[in-house]
């Protein structure tokens, strides 16, 4: 029924419906780009320098600083937030797959540079940075994992 103008809402398709694990990995991308976002691109140099800062600082033992890189890497990750937060917003199964696409993508290329260039770093490092990483990427992979369908055990 309409109003004239505008179709009356209708009720939301099971496509909108969002699975627990897709909930999580969504808000939990969302954390992780805000952080790592807002600091690499407002303040390249203290991302340089500290990044994590409770477990270490990673990026400055991994050559000279680079304001451009550190930028970019900044904007390439509140570009994947902004991009989970609509998809929080306008929840569709298509969006979240494409998601998981672009997420698990970085994820993954980053994981795979990071585990092939650890000589440099403390065995404590090490392990740190592959957590962190591996957990991030596995984030990605979550939006892929629909919700369950009522009546199916």
């Known amino acids: 029924m309409t ?3 505008f179709p009356s809402p209708s009720p939301a398709p099971t496509d909108a419906r969002v699975g627990a694990v897709q909930l999580a990995a969504l808000i939990g991308s969302i ?3 805000a952080v790592v976002g807002i600091w690499a691109y407002v303040f390249p140099r203290e991302f340089y320098d500290s990044f994590p800062a409770v477990l270490g600082e990673w990026i400055s033992q991994d050559g000279p600083f680079n304001e451009h890189l550190i930028r970019d890497h900044g904007a390439q990750y509140l570009a994947l937030g902004l991009a989970s937060v609509f998809g929080l917003i306008c929840r569709s199964q298509v969006g979240y797959r494409l998601l998981g696409v672009a997420w698990t993508t970085f994820g993954v290329l ?3 540079y990071h585990v092939t260039h650890l000589a440099h770093m403390t065995v404590s490092d090490q392990i740190g940075q592959i957590t962190v990483l591996a957990l991030a990427g596995l984030l990605g992979a979550g939006l892929f994992i629909s919700p369950r369908r009522e ?3």
């Open 3 to 5: 109003n004239g103008r």
């Open 31 to 33: 954390v992780i780009a």
């Open 110 to 112: 980053h994981f795979a």
């Open 151 to 153: 009546g199916r055990r």
